[in-house]
């Protein structure tokens, strides 16, 4: 994971996240067909890791695409016509998965936060009093603002309102704490493998429950590519519709295993270390957390640039060093920089690059 080769830049941005070359070389396996039994028997053993990782008895469901594939299939496979799903939304991502729904011809009510504040659960409940919803929608970990939302208080609200599914985007924090999907009671629960799943970007995964498949099917116009009815008919053969990302597949198989052998407790354990190394080394330095005090994420921290840097010169900086962060996305871009504590980072990696931006600290 440390830089050796000067072309090398390590990355500590929120995604895609640096990949170790043992992972790099899985997806050079040699090709397979993937109506073959190769392909079923790799499917097939993937699927009880990936279960164990979510902390669920649900399928969990490849796709070959980002995150923001699966948004559109949980928007579109839960909500019937003439029924609204409800959004909370907190920051970039969170408000783009309700531009999502909306582009999907979903009638969508939005409940929003000041980015860099949480989404209140008495907000949820005071929203669920006066409406009735299909679905609740939300993002645990907006990596816009680095603001880890209260999913587990929304999970008690939403068991008194057995109708309304729970879609909740993980993007950012599964593989990196604990998501346990059955205990939430979540429905679709939805990432991608260049968080800190610490794979390259091309496929995403969704634990989705039994109660989605029976509302899909009350949902005329599902689409294709991203039905979780069509889905499931090629899962229980442990195939896929469409032709997925075998060699990512391998990647991943291999990733699983890696993870399971550092323990998924003592892996949430390294990735709470290093977001207090980053948290607290922005308060030793000058700057503040941009997230609300008690909700900061354990995966990606967005500091407020309080002493006004040039976070593109910090950059150019580090970059020479082979270690790059991230500028603060949409509209705290400047206003703002993210650091990611995710994947196979290790405390010293961020030992190392808070030191080296220290240095450029020091230049001012």
């Not at 053993?45 to 995150?67: A, I």
């Not at 909370?88 to 979903?106: D, P, Q, Y």
């Not at 091309?202 to 099917?217: C, H, I, Q, W, Y």
């Not at 407020?304 to 010169?313: C, H, L, P, S, V």
Request: one cysteine or more; aromatic letters at 8%; hydrophobic letters at 40%.
């Amino acid at each position: 994971m440390s830089p050796q080769k000067a072309e090398h830049v390590m990355l500590f941005i929120p995604g895609p996240v640096e990949v170790r070359e043992e992972i790099l070389e899985a997806q050079a396996e040699w090709m397979i067909g993937h109506r073959s039994g190769d392909f079923a028997a790799l499917y097939g053993r993937m699927q009880p890791k990936l279960q164990q990782t979510f902390y669920t008895k649900n399928p969990v469901y490849l796709y070959t695409s980002s995150g923001t594939g699966i948004w559109e299939s949980a928007s579109r496979c839960t909500v019937r016509d003439g029924a609204k799903i409800l959004h909370l939304t907190c920051g970039a991502f969170s408000e783009r998965w309700a531009e999502v729904s909306e582009l999907n011809g979903k009638q969508a009510d939005v409940l929003a936060v000041e980015w860099g504040k949480a989404n209140k659960p008495e907000q949820l409940a005071e929203a669920l009093q006066k409406e009735k919803y299909d679905a609740v929608a939300c993002v645990m970990n907006e990596t816009s603002t680095g603001v880890r939302n209260p999913v587990e208080a929304y999970a008690k609200i939403l068991e008194q309102y057995p109708e309304t599914l729970f879609l909740v985007d993980v993007v950012s924090i599964y593989a990196g704490a604990k998501v346990d999907v059955d205990a939430l009671g979540i429905d679709i629960c939805l990432t991608s493998t260049q968080k800190a799943f610490a794979l390259p970007p091309g496929m995403a995964f969704g634990a989705v429950s039994p109660a989605v498949l029976e509302r899909a099917k009350q949902v005329k116009n599902r689409g294709y590519y991203f039905d979780v009815v069509e889905i499931d008919k090629h899962h229980q053969k442990n195939n896929t519709p469409s032709t997925p990302p075998i060699s990512l597949m391998y990647a991943a198989d291999k990733q699983l295993d890696t993870m399971l052998a550092e323990g998924l407790e003592a892996r949430f354990a390294r990735h709470e270390k290093m977001a207090a190394i980053v948290q607290n080394w922005a308060k030793r330095a000058g700057f503040k957390m941009f997230s609300e005090e008690g909700y900061h994420s354990p995966t990606v921290a967005t500091i407020e640039n309080t002493r006004g840097i040039d976070i593109a010169a910090m950059n150019k900086f580090l970059k020479a060093r082979g270690m790059m962060i991230s500028n603060g996305y949409g509209k705290v871009k400047d206003k703002t920089f993210r650091i990611a504590h995710m994947g196979d980072t290790q405390p010293h990696h961020l030992e190392t690059l808070t030191a080296n931006m220290d240095d450029y600290l020091k230049t001012l």
